[in-house]
């Protein structure tokens, strides 16, 4: 845990202090996090696609529902860990939030929640989904909101959010995982090799009957 305590502070003050910190670059930055609070732009891009796509209109309606729920769902695991955001001397946050607590990152959890289950939507999507929600990541430790640690925590708990969500389209992961285990048990069966063919066997005449005696 040193180790990783000891990294996580690394990453976060070479975020703050060495990546480049000009207006126009924390300007883009804050706008990510803008963007990202209660997962604004999620439900966007989810109502956008309800709007032009009348066919999968209900699938996007519910994949832009994904963001804000993820986010409740992340409130109540902050609560039972309880951390604290990180404060550095001289390099204060450059955003606001509406809590003091910090792990698991709610933009990350509600970003890769909602990109995962945009994309089973339209897989074509995932990519541009899935440059968005990084780059609203990243963010979050270069305004010093977030440990590094609090992303990849709240990145990995969105993928898993947004595979479960259902009826948008792609299977489940928990669908996914069932055929995973159904495949394994099928390949473990011992296997029964097939009786060799063998010619068909032709019964032996039956022996003819006596001749009654007159």
């Not at 300007?27 to 990202?36: D, F, R, S, T």
Request: charged share 20%; with cysteine.
């Amino acid at each position: 845990m040193g180790t990783l305590g000891a990294a996580d502070q690394a990453i976060l003050r070479f975020l703050r202090t060495k990546a480049p910190h000009d207006p126009a670059t924390e300007g883009v930055v804050k706008g990510l996090g803008m963007i990202g609070e209660w997962a604004a732009v999620w439900v966007a891009i989810g109502v956008a696609g309800a709007a032009t796509d009348s066919a999968k209109r209900k699938r996007w309606l519910i994949a832009a529902a994904t963001g804000p729920s993820a986010v409740i769902l992340n409130y109540g695991v902050k609560l039972s860990f309880g951390r604290q955001r990180p404060l550095l001397e001289d390099h204060p946050p450059l955003a606001k939030a509406p809590s003091n607590l910090s792990f698991p990152s709610a933009h990350s959890t509600s970003s890769l929640a909602a990109a995962t289950a945009l994309g089973r939507v339209d897989p074509r999507t995932r990519v541009p989904l899935y440059l968005l929600a990084s780059s609203i990541c990243v963010s979050r430790p270069y305004l010093g909101m977030h440990y590094p640690s609090d992303v990849v925590a709240g990145a990995l708990f969105g993928l898993l959010i947004g595979g479960f969500v259902p009826a948008v389209g792609e299977r489940t992961l928990e669908e996914r995982m069932a055929d995973f285990v159904a495949d394994l048990s099928h390949e473990e069966a011992p296997i029964t090799s097939a009786p060799a063919d063998r010619p068909p066997v032709t019964p032996p005449p039956a022996p003819a009957e006596p001749e009654a005696s007159g």
